[in-house]
């Protein structure tokens, strides 16, 4: 991702937060101030309607009392209270005196709780009304809501008791008025809004039990669940009730339990409130918000994309010439003409590439001598050990000239037969660092490295369980779903040959040697281990030097001669040891090498500059 595309998104990002920061804001806001406006609405609602209630109930309660000091009913009660009166003479005086007093229920009870009279329920004469003779003072007890029977099935009434006595008897009046959409009419409700009253007067959900001022309420099983909940634990409550999909028809009901005389829930009071309104602003929120967005993307786009490319045109100019200078150009120069800190920056390129560029020549002079003064050690150790012996056979037949020639010819056949084996020896010294010096080309072609290191591995079998000498047990821990790979498959076997080989020197005693292959970030990981004695970090530094060895016998080209086949192949190697704890060498090979392969910069790993291959 450039810096451009980076500019611009992060314009992008500070242009949404800020329109989405400040859309959110407004919307919260506005959502607030609406459900203050509508809490307070609410609350005028409510309070009304305890205002009409008590208005209502202090009705109930004087008309009751009017019925109770009527000259009618005092004569009811005196004549009541006389021995061997006949209540039936007065089964129809409650009806006549709650159409007097604009009642909907009327009853008169006898001292002992027998219901005397009644306008709403004749058929129940004689029954006993038990709740009305357990209270003590009704005279001085408000209206209440009661559960009302009638044959025409249950209401809500508004109920008031009072009580006449005579002598040592009292007799009961009792009135009510029914709570129905007659009431909820005389309600005046803020626009929009409106009062429902659900008549908890059977158990579950009845629909038709919820009505408004015009009837029946539509949907009415919508609400259920806000009425179970209230018949579960009454509470005031709050719920928003969506209509339908389209969320500008949901409203928000605030219900209150309306309780009777012991507390029990006889109705549910909910006052509703449209979101409409609100939604559509919201909504008209939005789309202000997203057209104001979309056109600071816009402007932000084009204004982006100019500074971008005032911007970005010297550091594109920049990273061409650091791509330059990695690619060797080390004379590479920036134009200085911008001001400002891509002028600085420009200047500081120019003088980092003239410092790399003398520090370059001093260090390839540097390493073309101490490759030269390494390469002259190791060929005056490898030249000195034949030597010696040449120096002495021939120091012998000097000797040996005096002697008769039946000994001269014995001496002379054991020295000819020194200097030949010894000059083989050299022959062969010679051809090792000649072979290390040529090393060729990869011919790639597609190779499975499982197969490689199988067919490795095949070479050693006979001496993993040599006779005679400690056992090697082979681990190979191959990824069956390997990818091939573009390598020379006589190279790749070369270099697993030497790191084999190098694994089961660090074995003398025997031991595991484990082979891994696994896919890794597109290309193949490689591990040889082993479990011997381990190396130290500096012996790890130097792993990789040619001619370095830490054995015996040995040239110390093996290591190098894999370093050069991976560095070839366009892949890593490295080497992970703690002594005491093995030795483990991780090879990286992408499936498809680079057309052309640097060579590893490696000290010494190439011959100095004039030396003949």
């Known amino acids: 991702m450039n810096f451009r595309i980076k500019l611009f998104l992060v314009f992008l990002l500070t242009v949404l937060a800020s329109v989405t920061l400040v859309a959110w804001g407004v919307t919260r806001y506005t959502r ?53 009166a006949d209540p039936s003479a007065y089964v129809h005086d409650a009806n006549g005196a709650a159409q007097e007093q604009n009642l909907d229920y009327l009853e008169f009870v006898n001292s002992d709780g027998t219901l005397i009279s009644s306008a709403q329920y004749p058929a129940r004469v004689g029954y006993k009304n038990d709740w009305v003779t357990a209270a003590k003072d009704w005279r001085s007890s408000p209206a209440f ?31 009510g008025r029914r ?65 339908s999909a389209d969320a500008a028809a949901a409203e928000t009901f ?30 008209r929120i939005q789309s202000i918000a997203a057209g104001v967005g979309a056109g600071a993307l816009l402007i932000g786009l084009l204004l982006t994309w100019w500074v971008s490319a005032r911007i970005t045109r010297p550091v594109v100019e920049l990273a061409e010439g650091a791509r330059a200078v990695a690619a060797g150009h080390w004379d590479t120069r920036m134009e200085t003409g911008a001001g400002g800190e891509i002028g600085q920056l420009a200047a500081a390129f120019n003088d980092m590439t003239g410092t790399l560029a003398a520090q370059r020549e001093r260090l390839v002079q540097a390493e073309r001598v101490a490759a030269w003064r390494e390469l002259a050690r190791r060929l005056a150790h490898e030249l000195r050990n034949p030597l010696f012996p040449l120096q002495i056979t021939l120091e012998n037949l000097q000797r040996a000239r005096t002697l008769p020639p039946e000994q001269f010819h014995e001496i002379f056949q054991e020295s000819t037969a020194t200097l030949k084996a010894e000059l083989s020896n050299l022959n062969v010294i010679v051809g090792r660092f000649s072979d290390f010096s040529k090393m060729p080309a990869p011919q790639l072609r ?109 040239t110390g080209l093996g290591l190098a001669i894999v370093q050069s086949v991976v560095s070839d192949h366009g892949g890593t190697i490295s080497v992970a040891s703690d002594p005491g704890s093995g030795t483990t060498f991780r090879i990286e090979l992408p499936l498809r090498p680079p057309k052309t392969p640097a060579a590893a910069l490696t000290g010494g790993s190439a011959p100095p500059s004039g030396l003949p291959a």
């Open 32 to 84: 607030k101030a609406f459900e203050e406006l509508d809490t307070q609405r609410t609350e005028a609602l409510v309070a009304q309607f305890h205002k009409e209630f008590a208005q209502r109930a202090e009705d109930v309660a004087h008309r009751v009392e009017n019925i109770t000091n009527a000259e009618v009913t005092i004569k009811t009660a005196l004549e009541l209270a006389q021995p061997n």
């Open 254 to 283: 605030h219900a209150m339990p309306l309780l009777g005389r012991n507390n029990e829930l006889l109705g549910v009071l909910l006052v509703g409130s449209p979101r409409r309104e609100l939604v559509l602003l919201l909504r």
């Open 145 to 175: 809501l009661k559960r009302e029977e009638s044959p025409d099935g249950v209401a809500l009434s508004l109920t008031a008791v009072r009580t006449l006595p005579v002598g040592e008897k009292i007799f009961y009046v009792i009135g």
């Open 446 to 554: 597609r190779v499975n490295v499982n197969d490689a290191v199988r067919n490795a591995v095949r070479l050693f079998e006979a001496q993993f369980s040599a006779v005679g000498k400690p056992a090697i047990t082979p681990d190979l821990r191959l990824d069956e779903a390997l990818p091939e790979i573009d390598a020379d498959p006589d190279l790749l076997h070369r270099a697993l040959q030497n790191l084999v080989l190098n694994a089961l020197d660090a074995m003398p005693a025997g031991g595991t040697l484990t082979l891994r292959t696994s896919a890794r970030d597109g290309g193949v990981l490689l591990e040889v281990s082993d479990s011997g004695q381990g190396l130290t970090p500096e012996e790890c530094s130097r792993l990789f030097t040619p001619y370095y060895t830490s054995k015996q016998h040995g």
């Open 179 to 243: 709570l129905d959409q007659n009431f909820l009419a005389s309600l005046v409700l803020p626009s929009g809004m409106r009062a429902l009253l659900y008549r908890n007067l059977e158990q579950g959900f009845v629909p038709s039990a919820l009505t408004d001022a015009s009837g029946e309420v539509a949907q009415s099983e919508q609400l259920a669940p806000l009425i179970q909940q209230m018949q579960k634990q009454p509470r005031p409550m709050v719920e928003t009730v969506n209509w």
